[in-house]
């Protein structure tokens, strides 16, 4: 693995963990790493399943608008494309995959968690889709997963209203599926783990195929057709204007 993404293998089980400063932002390293993690771990008869977690004070603030920011459209359009292949070898990782935020997972961040069987999140922290807010429309991947995650009742407030949402209203929403305390808190996301991975790996993996088929396969034949709009909006004058101040405000807290 890179730096920003280490893995260690215990009892079968695979805890891949973001490790980067500024919060785990999100940015090709992330991408690279989190693509390796899956693409090995999957090939590995010896794991049995994968706890996604991080280290720090954040899971993640999702992308690092400081980084991507300075990109000209060529090289932001290559990790675009990365970014959404991230999210579908995640999404369609065959063995159990536990999401487990110990801190706020926001916008990419939050992405990254929908591609989990199971996502807990510790008491505290935030959990929500904030891009509308700041003119990012979500990559059209994204919005498939969305769609399949959440109650249908709550996924134009979850996805335009761009609010977060902490403890029993992030469960009721549909992005978490359970909201646990500090004290334990990994050690609990890894028995989760644990119980779904003795289910038998065979049956296991045939049916969460099944159930992903038509979303993955949607994304896969539609999502390149419109990478254009997503950066469309980023590089827009309105957009890089609310980039900048989400910038500023970030400095200004330090």
């Not at 549909?174 to 065979?202: K, M």
Request: net charge neutral.
């Amino acid at each position: 693995m890179n730096q920003v993404v280490t893995v260690s293998v215990e009892n079968k089980l695979a805890i891949v963990r973001i490790d980067r400063d500024h919060g785990n932002a999100i940015n090709d390293e992330v991408v690279d790493g989190l693509m390796t993690a899956c693409q090995e771990l999957e090939s590995d008869p010896a794991v049995r399943g994968m706890l996604l977690a991080s280290r720090g004070k954040l899971f993640s603030p999702g992308l690092d608008l400081q980084e991507l920011s300075e990109l000209d459209r060529p090289t932001m359009t290559r990790f675009l494309h990365r970014f959404n292949a991230c999210v579908l070898v995640l999404y369609t990782f065959s063995k159990p995959m536990v999401a487990a935020l110990h801190g706020h997972a926001v916008a990419g961040g939050c992405v990254l968690s929908l591609t989990a069987d199971w996502r807990i999140l510790k008491e505290g922290a935030m959990v929500g889709l904030n891009e509308v807010r700041i003119g990012v429309p979500f990559p059209f991947g994204v919005s498939m997963i969305l769609r399949e995650s959440v109650p249908r009742r709550h996924l134009e407030e979850i996805a335009l209203f761009g609010r977060n949402y902490r403890g029993r209203e992030a469960k009721e929403a549909g992005l978490v599926h359970e909201v646990r305390p500090e004290q334990g808190f990994e050690a609990y996301c890894l028995e989760r783990l644990q119980e779904l991975s003795d289910r038998d790996p065979r049956a296991f993996a045939i049916t969460k195929r099944y159930l992903r088929s038509s979303t993955t396969e949607r994304i896969r034949a539609s999502d390149p057709h419109f990478v254009g709009d997503f950066l469309d909006s980023w590089f827009s004058p309105e957009t890089r204007e609310k980039v900048v101040a989400v910038l500023a405000g970030l400095e200004k807290k330090g």
